[in-house]
């Protein structure tokens, strides 16, 4: 369980979206491609697809702060869509849940403008 893969799948939208679709969970053992991804990032709006992450540790709630942080003082947004009660609650636990813009479909991330 602690060594469990994880796929990013990156996906340059329209409107100066990017998104990036992840499969597994993310942990302190397989976030480093997904905070490269992050850093780089360079478009206005960065949506990340949460459907397929079953779970987050600390090391990956950090990774999603960071992002979070390194979007908001560019003036940049951050969306997360799909994002399932376990991953709610590991953010909702540790007091950032307030950070993140959370929507039920990439469609309404895409339309939603903030």
Do not use: C
């Not at 360079?42 to 990774?63: H, K, M, Q």
């Amino acid at each position: 369980m602690p060594n469990e893969p994880l796929t990013i799948e990156d996906i340059a939208g329209q409107d100066k979206t990017r998104l990036l679709k992840l499969s597994g969970p993310l942990t302190i053992s397989n976030l480093f491609d997904f905070q490269n991804r992050v850093r780089t990032n360079t478009v206005e709006r960065l949506i990340l697809d949460f459907t397929n992450v079953p779970y987050v540790d600390s090391a990956g709630i950090g990774a999603m702060v960071g992002a979070h942080v390194t979007h908001s003082k560019d003036g940049r947004s951050l969306a997360l869509v799909g994002v399932n009660q376990r991953v709610r609650a590991a953010l909702g636990v540790t007091r950032v849940e307030q950070f993140f813009k959370f929507y039920d479909s990439r469609e309404e991330a895409q339309a939603t403008r903030t």
